[in-house]
């Protein structure tokens, strides 16, 4: 299956560190915002997890900055399932600055499906996971 668009944003000035480029703490956070979209898809929505007692937590984010970003830049990131197991998803973010369309950072995460009450991981319901597999590109 084809990336899904999961984010569209700017980069506005109070983003920028003191060397003028997109500080590392908002593309962590603009990833996060892209992460809740992909979930959505496969039906991790918020009613999901209110109603379950579920949750997701990440447990291995690697990031890779390969173009600067600088205020005013309109970005848009782009995400897929890399892999599904019985608790675990692998899934991963591309940020492209839209005006040229040049990559600006990738993002590959591991997240676990938890049960909120008892802090473990748990299995992810079958439609879930058929939903996530669907997506795997």
């Known amino acids: 299956m084809a990336d899904i668009l999961t984010?569209?944003?700017?980069?506005y000035p109070w983003h920028c560190d003191?060397?003028?480029h997109m500080n590392v703490?908002?593309?962590v956070g603009k990833f996060d915002e892209?992460?809740?979209h992909l979930f959505a898809q496969i039906g991790l929505t918020p009613s999901y997890f209110h109603a379950s007692g579920r949750g997701?937590?990440?447990v291995q984010q690697n990031i890779s900055y390969k173009r600067e970003l600088l205020a005013g830049d309109i970005l848009e990131i782009r995400s897929r399932i890399l892999e599904v197991r019985d608790r675990v998803l692998r899934f991963a973010h591309d940020m492209i600055n839209v005006d040229g369309g040049e990559a600006a950072a990738s993002c590959e995460l591991t997240a676990v499906h938890?049960?909120?009450t008892?802090?473990?991981s748990t299995d992810f319901?079958?439609?879930i996971r058929m939903l996530a597999q669907k997506m795997i590109g």
């Open 114 to 116: 938890l049960d909120r």
């Open 7 to 11: 984010y569209r944003g700017t980069v």
């Open 18 to 20: 003191h060397i003028g």
């Open 25 to 27: 703490m908002w593309y």
């Open 56 to 58: 997701m937590a990440a």
């Open 125 to 127: 319901e079958a439609n």
């Open 34 to 36: 892209a992460t809740w």
């Open 118 to 120: 008892a802090r473990r």
